[in-house]
C-alpha cells in the first residue's frame, strides 16, 4: 500500500513579495511559482550542450542514488568525472548519478551574468547551487541541515518532489543527529516502520522554469523523472538551529561514524524506532 501522499501544493504564475510573505513563508506553507525567473537569460541559454561547451573540461564529483547507505556520510562524493562525461551519461538514459549542491559559479563566474536573484523576500541570501541528475536518480527523504527556506527552480526536464511537514519527523523515523529518515517512500515497508500509516506528504512536478518554495524544516523526496538541473536561492528560516546543525551537530556525527561505525548507526535506528512508537502512542490517547 502507497503512503497516503497528495497533489495538493498550490500554485501561482506570479505572487506579490507583500502575499508570499504572508501567506506562505510566515505559515511555513509550500508553493509552487511558475514565472519567478521569467524572462532572464538562463531560462533559453542553460542547455547541456551549452555547459558541456563552456564547463565540459571540469572534473566533479558524483553521488550515486542507488548505493546510499544510511550509516555513511555523505560529506564528500564518491565519485569524480568530467562535467561533459556525465552530461553525456544522463542525456543517454536513466541513470542513478546525480550533481549535488554543486557550485558552477566558481568555475565560471560569467553564469551570474544570466540571472539576478529572486525578487520574492528581503531575507533572501545571495549565494546559490545547482543540481543535475539522470531519469530516475532520487535524493532520498531529508530536509536541510542548515534549515533554511529553499527556493528551487528547475530548468531542464521534470522533478517530482513529496514533502512532509517538520512535526511528521518523528513518524518518519528521524535517525538523530541527522536530517535523515531510513524510510523509502515509494516502496513503504509497514511493517518494519508501522508510524508510516499516520503521515501524510504533498506531491508536486516542477518543470521548465517553475519555482518550488521548500519551506524550513520541510522533509523532502526529489526524483528525476527526466534527465535535467536545478538552481536553487536559501532565505533563512530557523537561523540558530540550522547554526548549531551545521557546527556542532553534523560534525559530532561524522565523528562517531568514523569511530563507532556501525554501532552507531545501529544506536539511532533504534532510537529513531522507540521515538516514533511513542509518537504513535501519543495519537492512539488522542
Known amino acids: 500500500m502507497p503512503l497516503s501522499i497528495h497533489k495538493d501544493v498550490e500554485i ?7 502575499d508570499f510573505e504572508k501567506n506562505y513563508m510566515k505559515p ?14 538562463l531560462l533559453e541559454k542553460w542547455t547541456f550542450d551549452f555547459f558541456k561547451e563552456t564547463m565540459g573540461h571540469h572534473e566533479i564529483g558524483l553521488f550515486d542514488s542507488a548505493e546510499q547507505y544510511m550509516g555513511q556520510s555523505f560529506k564528500y562524493p564518491p565519485i569524480k568525472m568530467k562535467f561533459a562525461e556525465y552530461i553525456d551519461l544522463i542525456q543517454k538514459g536513466p541513470t542513478s548519478l546525480r550533481i549535488f549542491l554543486f557550485n558552477p559559479f566558481k568555475l565560471n ?31 532520498r527523504i531529508h530536509y536541510d541541515m542548515d534549515m533554511s527556506h529553499v527556493f528551487l527552480t528547475h530548468l531542464v526536464g521534470r522533478k517530482r518532489i513529496v514533502l512532509f511537514p517538520p512535526e511528521t519527523s518523528e513518524l518518519l523515523y528521524k535517525l538523530p543527529f541527522t536530517v535523515h529518515s531510513p524510510v523509502d517512500i515509494d516502496h513503504p515497508d509497514y511493517e518494519k516502520f508501522p508510524a508510516l500509516n499516520y503521515v501524510r506528504g504533498h506531491e508536486c512536478i516542477i ?17 528525476y523523472l527526466d534527465a535535467g538541473f536545478s538552481i536553487n536561492y536559501r532565505a533563512p528560516g530557523a537561523y540558530m538551529r540550522g547554526l548549531w546543525n551545521v557546527l556542532v551537530v553534523h560534525h559530532l556525527d561524522e565523528l562517531l561514524i568514523k569511530t563507532a561505525g556501525d554501532r552507531w548507526f545501529n544506536y539511532k535506528e533504534k532510537t529513531a524506532k522507540e521515538k516514533a512508537k511513542n509518537a504513535m502512542q501519543s495519537i492512539a490517547q488522542e
Open 12 to 18: 501561482v504564475d506570479n505572487i506579490s513579495k507583500k
Open 109 to 139: 563566474p560569467d553564469l551570474k551574468k544570466d540571472f539576478h536573484m529572486p525578487d520574492i523576500t528581503d531575507k533572501m541570501i545571495n549565494l546559490s547551487f545547482m543540481f543535475f541528475g539522470g531519469q530516475s536518480s532520487v535524493t
Open 207 to 223: 518543470q521548465n522554469g517553475e519555482t518550488l518554495y521548500i519551506p524550513s524544516g520541510w522533509w523532502h523526496h526529489i526524483e
Open 28 to 41: 511555513r506553507k509550500p508553493l509552487v511559482i511558475k514565472n519567478l525567473y521569467q524572462g532572464q537569460p
